[in-house]
C-alpha cells in the first residue's frame, strides 16, 4: 500500500485530454511537500516529467502539465498520442517517514 | 552528457549481501546540491525509493529499510556504492540508481537502465 495513492489505471482516446491523480496526506502533500511525476515507457526506466509541482525539465511537451493543491496533485495530458501509453507515477517526500515517497503508479491506455 | 550505469550480481541467496555499484559521469558529486539515489522496482510492481547520498556526505535512507542498507560515495572514482544486507526474495527487483540535483527539486532528473537482481535458494 503506498503513501500516495494513485488510480491504478486511466484510458483515453488520441486528442483527448486524460488526468492522473495523487493523493497524499498531511505528512506530505499536505505539509507543503512538492511533487514529482514520472513517465516510464514499457521496458525503460522512469523519465522525470514533472518537477517541483508544475515544472517541465527541457524537452516534455507542454501537452503535459502538473497541479497541486492542498493533500491532492494531479497530472494533465492533452492532445493524447499512442506513444503516450506508459505507466506514470508520483512522488514526493513524507514528514513522518523522513524519506522520498512514490505513487502505486498508474497504467495510461491509448484506445 | 549525463550517464549512470548501475553493475553487481544479478542471482542472490537469501541471507546474503548484494552490492551494487553505480558509475556515473557527466556531473560530480563534489557540486552543490547534487545527490545520487537508488530506487528499486519488484517485477510488476511499483517504484520504492531506498537511499540517497549527497555531496556533503549526507544519507538519507527509507525507514523502512534503514537497518539493512548502506550508501557510499567515492568521488574520486564517480562511483556511488549501496549494499542491502540480508537478502530475502521479496527484495527481487530491478534496482535503479538515479541522479538528484537542485535545479529539478527533489526529482531525480536522470536515471541508469537498472539491473534486475533475483533472489533465489
Known amino acids: 500500500q503506498s503513501v500516495l495513492t494513485q488510480p491504478p489505471s486511466v484510458s483515453g482516446a488520441p486528442g483527448q485530454r486524460v488526468t492522473v491523480s495523487c493523493t497524499g496526506s498531511?505528512?506530505?502533500?499536505?505539509?507543503?511537500?512538492?511533487v514529482q511525476w514520472y513517465q516510464q515507457l514499457p521496458g525503460r526506466a522512469p523519465q522525470l516529467l514533472i518537477y517541483a509541482n508544475n515544472n517541465r525539465p527541457s524537452g516534455v511537451p507542454d501537452r503535459f502539465s502538473g497541479s497541486k493543491s492542498g493533500t491532492s496533485a494531479s497530472l494533465a495530458i492533452t492532445g493524447l498520442q499512442a506513444e503516450d501509453e506508459a505507466d506514470y507515477y508520483c512522488q514526493s517526500y513524507d514528514i513522518s517517514l523522513s524519506g522520498v515517497i512514490f505513487g502505486g503508479g498508474t497504467k495510461l491506455t491509448v484506445l | 552528457q549525463i550517464t549512470l550505469k548501475e553493475s553487481g550480481p544479478t542471482l542472490m541467496k537469501p541471507t546474503q549481501t548484494l552490492t551494487l555499484t553505480c558509475t556515473f559521469s557527466?556531473?560530480?558529486?563534489?557540486?552543490?546540491?547534487?545527490?545520487v539515489g537508488w530506487i528499486r522496482q519488484p517485477p510488476g510492481k511499483a517504484l520504492e525509493w531506498l537511499a540517497v547520498?549527497?555531496?556533503?556526505?549526507?544519507?538519507r535512507y527509507s525507514s523502512s529499510l534503514k537497518t539493512r542498507l548502506t550508501i557510499t560515495k567515492d568521488t574520486s572514482r564517480n562511483q556511488v556504492v549501496l549494499r542491502l544486507t540480508n537478502m530475502d526474495p521479496v527484495d527481487t527487483a530491478r534496482y535503479y540508481c538515479?541522479?538528484?540535483?537542485?535545479?529539478?527539486?527533489?526529482?531525480?532528473?536522470?536515471w541508469g537502465q537498472g539491473t534486475l537482481v533475483t533472489v533465489s535458494s
Open positions: 547520498i549527497y555531496w556533503d556526505d549526507d544519507e
Open positions: 498531511s505528512s506530505n502533500l499536505g505539509a507543503g511537500y512538492a
Open positions: 538515479a541522479l538528484r540535483q537542485g535545479e529539478y527539486g527533489s526529482g531525480y532528473s536522470s
Open positions: 557527466g556531473f560530480s558529486l563534489r557540486d552543490s546540491g547534487v545527490g
